[in-house]
């Protein structure tokens, strides 16, 4: 693969190493090993069971975080092999980017960031790179998953800069305002092409939104509008997916040209280049930035701010709350490791660390586990 790879790409060669140090695998690349871990570790299975926008038990078909990422993959790889990037490290770093996802989507993310402020904060990029770094326990030599430094600094999308002081050469580029690869570049905005396109399809099939709202957002108008003269017969089911694909390819092209004529222009020599570069090389074009910016605004008011959504996060909210405020007043309701680890924390930082023991398991949760958790702490008495 190396052979076909821009002199821009990530590959082992230019690799910046892992935290410790692992003899190199036989059989394939550095990011290969990267993903195969991230796809075996418990983070990751249990994103089947966390939300998007919905919770999990409103619905089988709606996107969960695992859904989400497998196809934040799918369109990454798209475009990193269009470029002639690096695949595996495009695809490690997608299927990574949520594993620090609070149950509950946003919901969860802002009340557990909220319990949390005089303790450092809850983010979850951070979290993310904490459960690979820390959080899993599968290898007998060293702690997390021992991730590559570029699959690691891909996984970093946003980072304050208090907490990039402390992440040393991971945490120097948002203190110097500089670039990480184009492979994390192109995730970061895989991610957006996929959530923005998926929760038209989310909000369509729940009934939250209806297509005569989207007829004025030209990223929907002008491709339902093609749909429906070529298809004039076509049930609304099979409309929509014809018209979230068009959403999604007209994106794609535009990211994949757009930063095609960036990387030719800047004549960029290497990935030192890249890093170097004070403002992102992959983009979109302007029209297409101001047509997502469109759509991202009329999801905001009309899908995320919806009163069944804000049912629902209100709900997340008081659960999450809640958890937090029994565990730590008492350690002792929760499970015998994770109150092992309290006190290892609490001994190491004070409250503070007590406080992010108690805010590393309930943001490990699942929805469906959560729910059941505070169905066992605060009505011990009814089935679970």
Do not use: W
């Not at 495009?90 to 802002?110: C, M, R, S, V, W």
């Not at 090389?281 to 899908?303: A, D, H, I, P």
Request: charged share 25%; net charge negative; proline share 3%.
């Amino acid at each position: 693969m190396t052979s076909t790879l821009a002199r821009y790409a990530a590959s082992d060669a230019t690799s910046r190493g892992r935290r410790y140090q692992e003899a190199s695998p036989r059989h394939r690349s550095e990011y290969q090993r990267d993903r195969d871990r991230i796809i075996h570790c418990a983070a990751f299975r249990r994103l089947e069971y966390k939300t998007q926008v919905f919770v999990n038990h409103e619905g089988d078909l709606y996107r969960t975080r695992l859904t989400h990422s497998i196809e934040v993959a799918q369109v990454a790889r798209s475009i990193a092999r269009a470029l002639s990037l690096n695949e595996d490290l495009t695809e490690a770093i997608a299927l990574a980017h949520d594993l620090g996802h609070t149950p509950f989507g946003h919901a969860g993310q802002d009340a557990l960031n909220e319990k949390m402020r005089d303790y450092g904060g809850f983010e979850h990029n951070l979290q993310s790179l904490r459960v690979v770094d820390e959080l899993e326990e599968r290898y007998a030599e060293f702690p997390g998953l021992n991730l590559t430094f570029e699959s690691r600094e891909g996984i970093l999308k946003h980072c304050s800069i208090p907490n990039a002081k402390n992440l040393g050469e991971l945490g120097q580029r948002f203190i110097e305002n500089t670039q990480p690869s184009l492979e994390a570049q192109l995730t970061n905005l895989a991610d957006e092409i996929a959530y923005n396109s998926h929760d038209v399809d989310d909000g369509l099939r729940s009934g939250l939104i209806e297509i005569e709202q989207l007829q004025h957002i030209e990223l929907f108008s002008a491709p339902y509008n093609t749909v429906i003269e070529q298809y004039p017969h076509l049930n609304e089911r099979r409309t929509i997916y014809e018209v979230v694909r068009r959403i999604i390819g007209q994106q794609v092209n535009d990211l994949i040209e757009t930063t095609s004529d960036i990387l030719q222009e800047q004549q960029t020599a290497d990935i030192d280049a890249v890093r170097h570069s004070t403002k992102p090389l992959v983009m979109f074009s302007k029209r297409m930035c101001e047509m997502n910016l469109e759509l991202k605004r009329f999801l905001r008011n009309n899908l995320y701010r919806h009163y069944r959504v804000h049912r629902m996060s209100a709900k997340a909210f008081t659960i999450i709350n809640e958890l937090f405020d029994a565990f730590i007043h008492d350690i002792r309701l929760l499970p015998p490791d994770t109150a092992a680890r309290s006190r290892i924390l609490e001994n190491e930082q004070g409250i503070s660390g007590k406080a992010r023991a108690v805010a590393d398991y309930i943001a490990g949760m699942t929805d469906r586990y959560a729910i059941r958790e505070y169905q066992r702490v605060f009505h011990p008495l009814e089935p679970t």
